[in-house]
Each structure stands twice: as structure tokens, then as C-alpha cells.
């Protein structure tokens, strides 16, 4: 799910409907609007060099250890 605003109930009832259309194909990580994601690429850098302590670059860098921990990869803690 990306370009997600908690904000409104649209939002909400999209990502109620994929998990329940999809249950087994979603990833839990939710990817939000953000103004620092929008604002990375012109930057050309990405998100976790532009603002790492975003909620964007959050919220990607646990979408990424979702990824690896499904494909068998051992993910230790990271704090940063």
C-alpha cells in the first residue's frame, strides 16, 4: 500500500478491501504521503539519504525487512 493518508477514510476502506480481496499478496508495511518522499528525487537522492528519520523512510526501510524476512533472510535489529 503507498501513497497512503490515514487522514481520510478512503484510505482506509482501500486498504481494508485489498486485504480482504488479497489476504495472502499484502504486505503489512503501509507506505504514507509524504512530502520528504515527493521531495528525494529532485534531491536525487533517495529517501533514506534525504530524510532518513522520515515516516517515509520508515516506512520503506520496513517494507524492506517485511521483504527479507519473507524470503528467509535474517534480519537483526537495527536502531538508529
Do not use: C, W
Not at 478512503?10 to 507506505?31: G, K, M, T
Not at 504521503?33 to 539519504?49: D, H, K, N, T, V
Amino acid at each position: 500500500m503507498t501513497m497512503f493518508d490515514g487522514r481520510t477514510k478512503l484510505s482506509n476502506d482501500v486498504v481494508n478491501e485489498v486485504r480482504r480481496h488479497f489476504p495472502e499478496h499484502v504486505f503489512e508495511a503501509i507506505i504514507p504521503r509524504s512530502i520528504r518522499l515527493a521531495e528525494a528525487p529532485s534531491y536525487g537522492q533517495p529517501i533514506s539519504s534525504y530524510a532518513p528519520s522520515s515516516t517515509g523512510a520508515e516506512a520503506y526501510a520496513s517494507l524492506a525487512r517485511e521483504v527479507l524476512v519473507g524470503d528467509g533472510v535474517q534480519v537483526l535489529a537495527f536502531q538508529a
